[in-house]
């Protein structure tokens, strides 16, 4: 079992920056590929980024490549997602999850964190 607990999320204006954290604990950290992901109200989970075990491997989706960095400190069990160049629709709940692949559909993540809001006004 891991135990994912997600945090930095806020309010914050369009342009500005946040940091999210997800903190791990439970069965070997650095064992998993982490992914983050986001739910607007009324919409489906979708993917925001992943990165390998190593963290040698990123992905990103298309709407947040450029603006959004995601990386992990293993020896931490932590994983983070540098979000810059915020803009209204960016506004979810952010989730980080751990899975045994390096993929970008929630259905083959086995872990997932309670989420934290992100707001982004106009």
């Known amino acids: 079992q891991v135990h994912l607990v997600e945090s930095g999320g806020g309010l914050v204006q369009a342009g500005g920056s946040l940091r999210l954290s997800c903190a791990a604990s439970?069965?070997?950290?650095?064992?998993?590929?982490m992914g983050w992901f986001r739910q607007a109200p009324g919409k489906e989970r979708e993917f925001v980024a992943a990165?390998?075990?190593?963290?040698?491997?990123?992905y990103y989706a298309d709407s947040v490549k450029g603006r959004f960095t995601i990386s992990r400190g293993n020896a931490k069990n932590t994983v983070y997602l540098q979000m810059n160049s915020l803009k209204p629709e960016d506004t979810a709940v952010y989730y980080c999850?751990?899975?045994?692949?390096?993929?970008?559909?929630?259905?083959?993540?086995?872990?997932w964190g309670q989420g934290t809001q992100v707001t982004v006004s106009s």
């Open positions: 999850a751990a899975g045994k692949s390096l993929v970008t559909t929630t259905s083959s993540y086995d872990y």
């Open positions: 439970g069965r070997t950290f650095s064992n998993y590929a």
């Open positions: 990165i390998s075990w190593s963290g040698r491997v990123t």
